[in-house]
């Protein structure tokens, strides 16, 4: 696609429950990457795939955070047992080659996860 | 973690002038980027630059790094309100691949 496609863009949960995130990226894009954003705050780095593989998990709060790309395009961020803590704004970015490119990354429109 | 710290981290300005934010980071960089992000959702990437050039430009906006001091600051000259967002600097470290960002500057400018 032309951008970066995140959905939903708003999912609201009860404490316990699981959700999965969703991440398109561009078309040809190799490297994904999750980022969380909490209010008033930069965005923290999460996890990044080169292909298929996860090459850095180590953003990954804890186990209740897990995430595949089985194809090397979409990416589904999945958190288990969510906690109030857990309600940010989840960010997935991607770029054309491993690392940054002149163009920098390209981000989607994050989607909002409110854990009640 | 975070990577840098912005300065300040608000910043309130008419239309019309000039706004300078500031970023420092703490390790190597391969290079340091600027994104704007408007009511907290989707970045935009700004501009990049390389930890061997020292100054970029990009229509109103103006970047210059400081590798020895380990610090950037982002210009944007003759301010418009539609530039009200917060912007965040960003580095990409020496031995690494992925973007590590500051708190970013909220900016605000009055029409």
């Known amino acids: 696609g032309a951008g970066v496609s995140q959905t939903p863009s708003n999912k609201v949960t009860e404490k316990g429950k699981y959700v999965e995130l969703r991440c398109d990226p561009i078309?040809?894009?190799?490297?994904l990457y999750w980022y969380r954003q909490s209010l008033g705050q930069g965005p923290e780095f999460l996890i990044y795939?080169?292909?298929?593989?996860?090459?850095?998990d180590s953003g990954l709060p804890n186990d209740r955070f897990f995430a595949v790309r089985p194809e090397g395009s979409v990416s589904t961020l999945k958190i288990q047992r969510t906690e109030r803590g857990d309600s940010a704004v989840y960010l997935c970015?991607?770029?054309?080659?491993?690392?940054?490119?002149?163009?920098?990354?390209?981000f989607g429109s994050g989607t909002r996860l409110t854990v009640v | 973690s975070q990577q840098g710290e912005e300065d300040p981290q608000a910043l309130s300005i008419q239309e019309g002038e000039n706004a300078t934010m500031n970023c420092s980071y703490k390790?190597?960089?391969?290079?340091l980027q600027w994104y704007r992000q408007n009511s907290g959702r989707g970045l935009v990437h700004l501009i990049l630059?390389?930890?061997?050039?020292r100054e970029k430009h990009s229509g109103r906006l103006r970047v210059t790094l400081d590798t020895s001091k380990k610090s950037s600051s982002l210009l944007i000259t003759a301010s418009r309100a539609a530039d009200t967002a917060s912007y965040f600097c960003?580095?990409?470290?020496?031995?690494?691949?992925?973007?590590?960002f500051g708190g970013g500057t909220r900016l605000m400018v009055k029409p």
């Open positions: 630059i390389r930890s061997n050039e």
């Open positions: 795939f080169q292909g298929t593989g996860a090459a850095d």
């Open positions: 960003a580095t990409v470290p020496n031995a690494g691949n992925m973007l590590t």
């Open positions: 078309s040809g894009h190799t490297a």
């Open positions: 970015a991607s770029s054309l080659t491993r690392g940054t490119t002149l163009n920098g990354y390209t």
């Open positions: 390790t190597s960089i391969n290079n």
